[in-house]
C-alpha cells in the first residue's frame, strides 16, 4: 500500500514537470518556434526638397589673347612706331630694328637669284640646238631652286627685323629705349587684347555632373566694390587634377569698360540650377561607424536596413545623396532593437487621428 502511493506522488510530479517545458505553438507561427515580435513605430514619406547649390571661387584674370613681344634676331632698335598705353590693328608696326645688314644680304641673295635664273633661260635656249645635255639644265634648274631659297631666307631675316603686332590690342608699359641691343628672346614689350578677359577657376570634382557651358558667373573685385561682374563659361577641363581632384573651368567677361585688367583677383560665384533632392528627418538616421543607414518600410510591412549617403543640413532635416528614392517609407521613430528583416506596426495613421 505504502509503495503504491509513492508511485503514484512520482508520476503526478513528472505529470505536472512535463506540462511546463512543452512549448505552446503560437496560432500562425512556424513550428517549434515563439510567436514573431512585431514591433510599434512611426514612419514618414521622403519627400523633395528645392536644392540651390552655389560655391565661391577666387582665381586671377589674364587676357584671352596676349603676347609678349620678343625679337627673333639679335640687333639695336632703330625706331619705336608706338606708346605705352596705345591701342592698335592687328599687323601694325610696333618696333623696327636696324636692318642695313639684313637689306645686304638681301639685295646679294637676289641678286644670285637673277643670275641664276638668267643662266638656266640661256641653257633652255642651248638644249634645243644640243649645245648642252638635258643633265646640264636639270643642274641648273637645281641652282636656281637653291638661289630661291636663300632669297626666301634672306626676305624672312629682313622681315624679322620689324616687329609687328599680332593681333589687335593694347600696348603695356614701354621700358626701353632706341639704340637698345637686344637680343634673340629679350622681352620689348605686351601686348593685351582687353576686349574679353578670362577667368580660370578650380571647381571641385563633386560638382561635374552640374557644370555646363553657357553657365553665368558674377565676380567682383575689390577694385571695383560697387560693380559685379557677369561672366559666362565656355570651356571645361578634359581632366580633373588628380592631385587637387579639382575641375579646371574657363570663363570668358566681356570687358566693354576697360575695367578689368590682367592679373586682377576675382571672387566669383558660380550658381548651379535648382535640383530636387530626397530629405528625410535626422531622427531617421542609425549610425554605424563611418556609416549611415535607413529603414525602409515594404508593402509587406517588414523593413530593409538601407545605407544612405548624406548631403547637407537643413535644420533638423537632411539632404540624401543617394540611397533612397522619393515617396519611399521610412521609420522616423521606434529605432531602439531595430533591425534588418524586422516585421513592424505603423501607428502613423493612428497619431494624426488623434
Known amino acids: 500500500m505504502h509503495r503504491r502511493t509513492s508511485l503514484a506522488i512520482i508520476s503526478a510530479l513528472m505529470f505536472s514537470f512535463s506540462s511546463y517545458t512543452i512549448p505552446v ?9 515563439g510567436p514573431e515580435r512585431v514591433v510599434s513605430v512611426y514612419t514618414d514619406t521622403v519627400q523633395y526638397h528645392e536644392v540651390s547649390q552655389s560655391i565661391s571661387l577666387i582665381g586671377k584674370l589674364q587676357s584671352v589673347q596676349f603676347v609678349s613681344v620678343a625679337p627673333e634676331v639679335a640687333g639695336k632698335v632703330d625706331s619705336i612706331k608706338i606708346t605705352a598705353n596705345q591701342t592698335v ?75 609687328t603686332a599680332p593681333f589687335a590690342g593694347t600696348v603695356g608699359l614701354l621700358d626701353f629705349s632706341r639704340g637698345k641691343m637686344v637680343s634673340v628672346g ?3 614689350l605686351t601686348l593685351d587684347d582687353l576686349s574679353t578677359m578670362q577667368l580660370d577657376l578650380a571647381v571641385p570634382e563633386r560638382y561635374l555632373s552640374q557644370l555646363s557651358t553657357g553657365m553665368v558667373v558674377t565676380a567682383t573685385s575689390r577694385a571695383w566694390d560697387d560693380q559685379r561682374f557677369k561672366g559666362e563659361v565656355v570651356a571645361i577641363d578634359s581632366r580633373i587634377n588628380p592631385e587637387t581632384l579639382n575641375l579646371r573651368v574657363r570663363v570668358n567677361f566681356e570687358n566693354t569698360d576697360n575695367h578689368l585688367k590682367p592679373g586682377m583677383m576675382m571672387s ?50 537632411v539632404l540624401i545623396e543617394n540611397g533612397l528614392d522619393i515617396g519611399d ?4 521613430q521606434g529605432l531602439v532593437n531595430m533591425r534588418n528583416g524586422l516585421q513592424v506596426k505603423d501607428l502613423t495613421d493612428q497619431q494624426e487621428t488623434n
Do not use: C, W
Not at 107 to 122: G, S, V, W
Open 25 to 33: 505553438q503560437a496560432k500562425g507561427a512556424k513550428g517549434g518556434q
Open 329 to 332: 517609407r521610412i521609420v522616423v
Open 186 to 188: 629679350t622681352e620689348l
Open 268 to 317: 566669383s560665384s558660380v550658381v548651379f540650377p535648382v535640383i530636387n533632392e530626397p530629405i528625410i528627418p535626422v531622427q531617421a538616421i542609425e549610425y554605424s561607424g563611418t556609416k549611415r543607414f535607413v529603414y525602409v518600410v515594404g508593402e509587406d510591412e517588414r523593413v530593409t536596413r538601407t545605407q544612405v549617403f548624406l548631403g547637407a543640413r537643413i535644420v533638423d532635416q
Open 89 to 163: 590693328t592687328a599687323g601694325q608696326l610696333l618696333v623696327q630694328l636696324d636692318d642695313s645688314k639684313a637689306q645686304a644680304v638681301l639685295m646679294e641673295a637676289n641678286a644670285y637669284f637673277t643670275d641664276e635664273q638668267r643662266k638656266l633661260n640661256e641653257y633652255a635656249t642651248l638644249v634645243k640646238s644640243n649645245a648642252i645635255t638635258q643633265t646640264e639644265v636639270f643642274a641648273q634648274t637645281a641652282l636656281v631652286d637653291i638661289a630661291k631659297a636663300r632669297l626666301a631666307a634672306a626676305q624672312a631675316n629682313m622681315d624679322d627685323h620689324y616687329l
